[in-house]
């Protein structure tokens, strides 16, 4: 379980299991929210604060722990991994798609790290940009755009690197 390596505070509010079907939401600094989805084989968004759940299944993905301590988000209605998405000056793998087919542990395995400092219960999700030559969160500007980020979890008023992690109740194991 994910709580193990991040404390019990966050895991009492968010305990990602292995296998469990998750949505991920961005969460801006003045309450603006931004669910991920899969969208025509790329990472996208939902428009400003439409729940996850009206997003379809693009917008699910399961949570597989990975031996080295990371998280891979596989969305099993497209058969894609969510990966680091930046934007057209840094962009990701896959032509910065945020997405792959085929799994990469290179590029498929986040780092999920804890965001309590800024905000309880959210996370930043690190992984790596194209050609793995650095690492990067992904983050998201006030508008809901991509954008290129390697620092800690935070948040301003034009962006953040800050999401919620839900578990559906449809939540199965691995």
């Known amino acids: 379980m994910l709580f193990l390596s991040l404390g019990m505070a ?3 509010q968010i305990p990602l299991t292995d296998g469990a079907i ?26 400003a604060n439409a ?28 058969n894609l991994y969510l990966i680091w998405r930046g934007n057209s000056g840094n962009p990701g793998q896959n032509n910065n798609k945020g997405t792959l087919g ?5 590029y498929c ?4 790290v804890d965001g309590s400092n800024v905000k309880e219960g959210l996370v930043a999700l690190s992984g790596q940009r194209a050609g793995a030559k ?3 969160e ?16 935070s948040w301003a008023g034009n ?5 919620r992690i839900d578990v559906l109740e449809e939540n199965v194991t691995a």
Do not use: C, M
């Open 138 to 153: 992904i983050v998201l500007l006030n508008n809901g755009n991509f954008d290129a980020w390697d620092g800690d979890p």
């Open 22 to 47: 998750v949505t991920i939401t961005n969460v801006q600094q003045n309450g603006t929210e931004y669910a991920l989805h899969i969208y025509n084989e790329t990472l996208s968004v939902g428009g």
């Open 102 to 106: 085929e799994y990469d542990a290179t």
């Open 51 to 78: 729940a996850a759940t009206s997003l379809g299944d693009g917008a699910k993905f399961k949570a597989i722990q990975k031996t080295n301590g990371k998280w891979a988000f596989y969305n099993e209605s497209t």
């Open 109 to 112: 395995d986040l780092t999920v």
């Open 159 to 163: 962006y953040s690197n800050l999401f």
């Open 134 to 136: 650095r690492k990067g």
């Open 10 to 12: 966050w895991a009492q």
